[in-house]
């Protein structure tokens, strides 16, 4: 191993801002098709030449990023060579399950496919040694989040209308404060109850990667909670609007609802579909009200982290100094914040449009990647041992608390 020449955090500002300039001047980011609903589909719009070239281009592209991260960290480049694209055919392999027509009604996004590839190869068979060794989730995660930055516009804010606004503050500070309070209570350590916090008070899989990178969280309790927030988003989505209907709650009250309790985007899109045009268009106002606290959000838990976990061999302050406080930051932070600042004040709206399609597309590559990666180094002893119940626990009451205070501030606002 060669001596790093930045660290990780500064590794990913720097590369996910290659990605941006790259884009930026003028290089196309290929974008390649994984929807389909039939097997014709499947081979006439997914596996045609023209969309495994582009595929193919896409590979090239993270390949090289992951081979100049690992050199410029430190790590082998040789085992990067040989793991990354095994990683990459088995996220591609999530990725075009994810685009079966049936499986997006219901809402089942590429990352829960990663995640459960990853999960099954690990815990079913016997992986090499240089494989796990050589996996950079964090530096996958990391680099998506810049670039989820280019799409957290700050003008946006004032489309989601002040109602959401309101609506979308009181819920995430009452709900994180209750999901950390209970978590702690039921003696999950502060890195757990953070990151569910989040997940169940902003919006799901997006705050709960924001936060474990903010903390440098452990990928197995990412995975973890991931999984929980997924796999309880299904019944939300089926349940929540019949209660709505059956409450006679009007459908502006019911989008506020959904929108302000569904953890994930499309779960909330495909629950306001359900009920009408109007929750449609609320529910995502509020929903995208809370995607944008997220960077706020990440900002703060990442200067309270820092702050309260300055203990090591060598620094036993009772007050960490403001070289510490630096020292431990997470400067990827900095880049999401930068690159949100970028596309919200300097980029102008056309350059916005032609690039943000490839900017989305590689951002879910890299988080799928991300979680591939997570379910090869995760044992399913781990998640689901008796230790790992209390924070399924915890999620759940947090949940449920979030149902009936969002349905009581939508009721409010919204009636």
């Known amino acids: 191993m060669k001596k790093s020449f930045l660290t990780e955090d500064w590794t990913v500002v720097l590369f996910g801002f290659i990605i941006i300039g790259v884009a930026l001047f003028g290089v196309k980011i290929p974008s390649p098709s994984f929807g389909w609903e039939t097997t014709s589909d499947l081979t006439e719009k997914v596996l045609t030449s023209v969309n495994l070239i582009k595929l193919g281009q896409i590979f090239v592209f993270t390949f090289l990023i992951a081979l100049l991260a690992a050199s410029v960290l430190g790590k082998s480049v040789a085992g990067t060579a040989k793991g990354f694209p095994i990683v990459f055919v088995l996220t591609s392999l999530a990725l075009v399950l994810a685009g079966n027509a049936f499986l997006?009604?219901?809402?089942?996004?590429?990352?829960?496919?990663?995640?459960?590839?990853?999960?099954?190869?690990?815990?079913?068979?016997?992986?090499?040694?240089?494989?796990?060794?050589?996996?950079?989730?964090?530096?996958?995660?990391?680099?998506?989040?810049?670039?989820?930055g280019t799409s957290v516009i700050f003008g946006d804010i004032l489309k989601a209308g002040s109602l959401g606004l309101i609506q979308a503050l009181v819920v995430v500070i009452s709900v994180w404060y209750f999901a950390f309070w209970v978590s702690k209570k039921m003696g999950i350590d502060e890195e757990f109850a953070i990151m569910i916090s989040s997940a169940v008070s902003?919006?799901?899989?997006?705050?709960?990667?924001?936060?474990?990178?903010?903390?440098?969280?452990?990928?197995?309790?990412?995975?973890?909670?991931?999984?929980?927030?997924?796999?309880?988003?299904i019944p939300m989505i089926i349940f929540l609007p019949f209660i709505a209907q059956s409450l006679?709650?009007?459908?502006?009250?019911?989008?506020?609802?959904?929108?302000?309790?569904?953890?994930?985007?499309?779960?909330?899109?495909?629950?306001?579909?359900?009920?009408?045009?109007?929750?449609?268009?609320i529910s995502t106002i509020v929903k995208f009200s809370q995607n944008v606290l997220l960077g706020f959000a990440a900002f703060a838990i990442s200067i309270y982290w820092t702050m309260t976990n300055n203990q090591s061999a060598t620094v036993k302050e009772s007050k960490p100094t403001a070289a510490v406080i630096w020292e431990r930051f997470p400067k990827f932070v900095i880049g999401f914040i930068a690159a949100s600042l970028l596309f919200s004040f300097v980029i102008s709206p056309e350059t916005m449009d032609e690039v943000k399609g490839g900017f989305?597309?590689?951002?879910?590559?890299?988080?799928?990647?991300?979680?591939?990666?997570?379910?090869?180094?995760?044992k399913f002893s781990d998640l689901f041992s008796k230790e790992g119940k209390k924070p399924l626990y915890a999620f759940l009451i947090a949940q449920l608390f979030n149902v009936f205070v969002t349905l009581a501030v939508a009721y409010v606002l919204f009636n």
């Open 248 to 281: 006679g709650l009007s459908q502006a009250v019911t989008g506020a609802w959904l929108g302000g309790t569904i953890d994930t985007t499309g779960a909330v899109i495909a629950s306001g579909t359900m009920v009408g045009e109007e929750a449609l268009k």
């Open 360 to 378: 989305k597309s590689l951002q879910g590559l890299w988080f799928a990647l991300a979680f591939t990666s997570i379910g090869l180094e995760t």
């Open 104 to 148: 997006k009604n219901w809402n089942l996004e590429a990352v829960i496919f990663s995640l459960t590839i990853g999960l099954l190869l690990s815990n079913f068979f016997t992986l090499p040694a240089w494989l796990t060794e050589t996996l950079s989730t964090e530096l996958f995660v990391k680099i998506g989040l810049i670039l989820l």
């Open 202 to 233: 902003i919006c799901g899989v997006s705050a709960a990667i924001a936060t474990s990178g903010a903390i440098k969280g452990d990928s197995k309790k990412l995975s973890y909670v991931i999984s929980i927030v997924l796999i309880t988003a």
